[in-house]
């Protein structure tokens, strides 16, 4: 009977585990930089209110 060596797949599924939650954390900053914003965290102004308003349209989320 042979003996088989699995690599430990610990370090995958950790990073496997960071990508994900990376990944699902910038989803919820774009939807609230696009949804919510309203220029409230822009420096210049209205400039990311003006920059993601189709974007608003787009997705059904009010703006006006």
Do not use: K, W
């Not at 910038?26 to 102004?45: E, H, M, N, W």
């Amino acid at each position: 009977m042979a003996v088989v060596h699995l690599p430990d797949e610990s370090l995958g599924n950790a990073a496997l585990a960071a990508a994900v939650t990376a990944t699902i954390l910038l989803a919820f900053v774009v939807l609230y930089l696009v949804g919510f914003d309203q220029g409230a965290i822009s420096r210049s102004g209205m400039f990311m209110h003006e920059l993601m308003h189709d974007g608003r349209h787009l997705l059904g989320l009010p703006c006006h």
